[in-house]
């Protein structure tokens, strides 16, 4: 995996002043594997200030901020673009087959997608216009929800937690705290008017789809149906929405780079004409192909640990394309902040002894957030 942060070359550590030409590499003798890129070279007249959202302007060269060191790019020629992430008919009246199925696909990927899972595709299609219009709306509107306090539960961000990394992503995101709904909705974006609306029905839905994939995962670990949902408390819902503009240079940049998620289960739902998804599975990338209607599933860290590790919270990552740019939503389904996680007792045996120890999700969440994104993976701290 990328190494710890302390290993990436800052490329905004380059003398200020001194521009880099987009597309050229420029031989550096303190800092060969940087490529040096264009910097400030933002459109629509803006300015560049250090965490300046990228969504509010055009972007024709990259600034140095978010180009990797070599050994931390992307290599888009070496991903595995033909791959198949298991699929899941959940309307299939065959629940054995679905509920080993998902089992199978837990323990091999650590993803997969589901395709009649009961969401509406009206209600898919308009909790995408809406993520876009939000994204469109001017600078100004957008600056009154900005704020890089990754502690507040209503925020427009950039990159990923841009007060700690070095290299920053070429994301922009709303992240909102979704449950209860009551508490939050009125805090959430009133622009554009149908924000709210939208996004609070998906909210519902998604919920209930996370609580029926919770039971099928628990049957398949040959737990009671409702083992998961129960462990895990009164849980918490957060939601990310992502856009990644179009870059002119995604061979040197993330959207978001290897990462894990460190709740228990997450629900995508992908830009289905934009790929950008990555997996890794087998030592390589696996680009995940948006399916039409689809959601794209995932084991977080919370599932791993739970399962005593017989189930994988894997690596992903999101790349960035210069033609096109991109959009999801991801809806993360949190356990209660003071529950008591770890392997499920019925798990533990002793063939197979606790892989984790136990703890409470407020230590992990501030353990992960007091971490950068593509450090090893936030569970092997947990370790017994
Ligand atoms: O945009 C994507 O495809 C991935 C998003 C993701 O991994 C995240 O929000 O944690």
Redesign the pocket.
């Known amino acids: 995996m990328s190494a710890s942060g302390s290993a990436i070359i800052a490329a905004d550590a380059l003398p200020p002043g001194e521009p880099y030409v987009a597309g050229q590499l420029a031989a550096s003798p303190q800092q060969p594997d940087t490529k040096r890129v264009v910097v400030g070279g933002v459109g629509g007249g803006g300015m560049a200030t250090e965490h300046q959202l990228l969504s509010t302007a055009v972007h024709e060269t990259m600034p140095g901020k978010y180009v990797r060191p070599v050994s931390q790019r992307p290599r888009l020629t070496e991903v595995v673009s033909d791959a198949c992430i298991p699929v899941v008919d959940l309307a299939s009246p065959d629940r054995a087959a679905v509920v080993s199925a998902i089992g199978d696909a837990c323990r091999t990927h650590g993803f997969f997608q589901v395709k009649n899972h009961g969401i509406d595709s009206t209600l898919l299609t308009a909790v995408m216009a809406v993520a876009r219009d939000f994204f469109r709306l001017p600078a100004e509107e957008k600056a009154k929800l900005y704020s890089d306090d990754p502690a507040r539960k209503i925020r427009l961000s950039t990159s990923f937690n841009v007060r700690k990394e070095t290299v920053h992503n070429w994301r922009d995101y709303l992240r909102l705290h979704c449950y209860p709904l009551d508490q939050f909705v009125p805090d959430w974006p009133s622009n554009p008017a149908s924000f709210k609306e939208i996004m609070s029905k998906y909210c519902v839905e998604v919920r209930e789809l996370g609580f029926r994939l919770y039971a099928a995962i628990s049957e398949s670990l040959g737990l009671e149906e409702g083992y998961i949902k129960k462990t895990m408390g009164e849980q918490e819902q957060h939601m990310?929405v992502?856009f990644?503009p179009q870059c002119p240079e995604p061979e040197l940049t993330y959207?978001?780079p290897a990462?894990t998620?460190p709740n228990a289960l997450?629900i995508?739902l992908?830009d289905d004409q934009v790929a950008?998804?990555q997996v890794l599975n087998g030592g390589k990338w696996i680009a995940v192909n948006p399916q039409p209607g689809a959601l794209v599933i995932n084991i977080g860290d919370q599932l791993q640990a739970l399962s005593n590790g017989k189930y994988r919270s894997v690596w992903?990552r999101?790349v960035v394309n210069s033609d096109r740019e991109r959009m999801?939503v991801?809806s993360f389904l949190c356990p209660c902040n003071s529950v008591e996680l770890g392997p499920a007792a019925k798990l533990v045996t002793e063939e197979s002894p606790a892989v984790y120890r136990n703890y409470t999700y407020d230590e992990y969440y501030n353990k992960f957030w007091s971490r950068n994104l593509d450090q090893e993976h936030c569970l092997e701290l947990f370790r017994t």
Do not use: I, Q
């Open positions: 990310a992502n990644y959207g978001l990462h998620d997450t995508l992908m950008g998804l992903h999101a999801s991801a």
